[in-house]
């Protein structure tokens, strides 16, 4: 088995990326990847550097909810700057390289649950987090979280068994996490500069989306709507039609499937 520093080896000398993982921290523990990520940011250090962990002691998910990460998980932080414009499409970056990723290394099959968790089967095996420094018009930085359940038995978590999946418990065996990380940097890295030169990866983000067409519930903060998901924009909003026929584009919010 090898250790943190072998396994920090071996992925660097299997990516075939340009910039993204060539400076890499891998730590077998962290409070966050996305606080280590941030203080790193802060610092300068090059855009494409990535913290990876094995667990963490308080991840966190959208809206400062916590974010279980079990031994088996796999936690990633990745530090870009984007350009102010580019700065939307970096949930679809991610939840596209997680989707490509899962398919290539566990020929699984996932969804896209708007706007940034990845489903298997309807039940959560991966969520993001965007966080960004923006002051006027520059990005000074932005991080991509990435917490994916590869392999540990989600039954074992009363919290998280309703509603979270793992890949191993899906196909009933182990998944390389080393393999799928070096699958995931070199997508990231492969969407982040089509996206760059202006391909419209919303398309395919919108193809991914389990919830297009159905009925669906979105909370945000106190305001609540209800409607059919017509579609998203090319900046990752969603569009829902009322019941009355109206259209509201939604930017961020907790979506329910409704039962008809």
């Not at 963490?56 to 909810?65: D, E, F, K, V």
């Not at 290394?105 to 940034?116: C, F, H, R, Y």
């Not at 202006?198 to 709507?225: C, D, H, S």
């Amino acid at each position: 088995m090898l250790n943190g520093k072998d396994i920090k080896t071996y992925i660097k000398s299997r990516l075939n990326t340009k910039f993204v993982g060539r400076q890499l921290y891998y730590y077998h523990q962290v409070a966050t990847t996305m606080e280590a990520a941030k203080e790193l940011a802060k610092k300068g250090t090059a855009e494409g550097t990535v913290i990876i962990a094995d667990t963490q002691t308080a991840g966190r998910g959208r809206l400062g909810r916590a974010w279980l990460s079990p031994e088996g998980s796999l936690s990633m932080s990745l530090i870009l700057k984007p350009s102010l414009e580019n700065l939307p499409q970096l949930v679809m970056i991610a939840s596209l390289a997680v989707v490509r990723t899962i398919k290539k290394v566990a020929g699984l099959e996932t969804q896209i649950k708007w706007p940034n968790d990845v489903l298997i089967k309807g039940k959560k095996v991966c969520g993001i987090l965007i966080e960004n420094e923006v002051k006027g018009d520059r990005v000074n930085f932005a991080i991509i979280g990435i917490g994916m359940n590869v392999n540990f038995d989600p039954l074992a978590f009363p919290e998280i068994s309703d509603i979270a999946t793992s890949l191993s418990h899906e196909l009933g065996a182990e998944v390389s996490k080393v393999e799928l990380t070096i699958a995931l940097l070199s997508e990231l890295e492969q969407l982040y500069l089509e996206a760059k030169a202006g391909a419209p990866i919303y398309k395919e983000w919108q193809e991914n989306m389990e919830m297009l067409g159905r009925w669906i519930q979105v909370k945000t903060g106190e305001a609540v709507e209800q409607g059919k998901a017509e579609t998203v924009t090319q900046t990752g909003n969603l569009i829902l039609r009322r019941a009355d026929g109206s259209i509201t584009e939604i930017v961020a919010g907790d979506v329910t499937v409704i039962k008809i």
